[in-house]
């Protein structure tokens, strides 16, 4: 399938606001992936799908996880709108034909985060933060941080915006979040 083949098949599968948001990720991703000298392709297909599973309503989440072997925990019983991400990395071979591991992977993990994240992830879980449509306190600065910072100490800012905000609304933080700061951490402690 061509990238504008999945393109269409996506929007005519998603809401038009969440269509609209994975084009500012896709985009987004791609300036990212320039900077960092990261395959721009693989960046754009991440960007473009990461939320491809945002098509079933968050009831129907759970049963769409079973239905592909997917674990579920107690966090994402609790929340299973992060189960989106698990999904939407199998979808894309199920559905857009997409087989690559490293965009799977990035699509995977653009939610919480997880262990030995790659170039591709950080891009993805980053670009999905700062896209134009997004609007919240902060995102002003790291935008900026996409224009100045090292990867890692974006994402480092942006797992720590995302730690802050979900502490604040008194929500369950995922280990993947924790573990993904405290790497970023430990590799750069001085």
């Known amino acids: 399938m061509t990238i504008d083949e999945m393109r269409r ?9 969440r269509f609209a948001h994975s084009i500012g990720v896709a985009d987004t991703a791609v300036k990212l992936a320039k900077r960092f000298g ?3 392709e693989k960046a754009y297909i991440a960007g473009l799908l990461h939320d491809c599973a945002r098509e079933f309503e968050d009831s129907q989440l759970p049963a769409e996880a079973s239905k592909r072997g997917i674990e579920i925990g107690e966090i994402e019983v609790r929340m299973p709108l992060l189960l989106h991400s698990y999904i939407g990395a199998m979808m894309i071979k199920e559905t857009y034909g997409v087989d690559d591991p490293e965009i799977s992977q990035a699509i995977w993990r653009h939610t919480v985060g997880g262990r030995n994240m790659t170039d591709l992830d950080k891009i993805i879980y980053f670009a999905d933060m700062i896209e134009p449509h997004r609007d919240y306190p902060g995102v002003d600065h790291l935008r900026e941080l996409a224009e100045t910072a090292s990867l890692d100490d974006m ?5 720590s915006e995302s730690i802050i905000f979900i502490v604040q609304k008194n929500s369950l933080i995922h280990p ?11 590799r750069n402690w001085k």
């Open 38 to 40: 990261v395959d721009t």
């Open 9 to 17: 098949l996506l929007q005519s599968r998603l809401k038009k606001s």
């Open 176 to 186: 993947n979040t924790v573990i993904t700061r405290n790497e970023i951490l430990m």
């Open 155 to 159: 994402l480092l800012a942006g797992l």
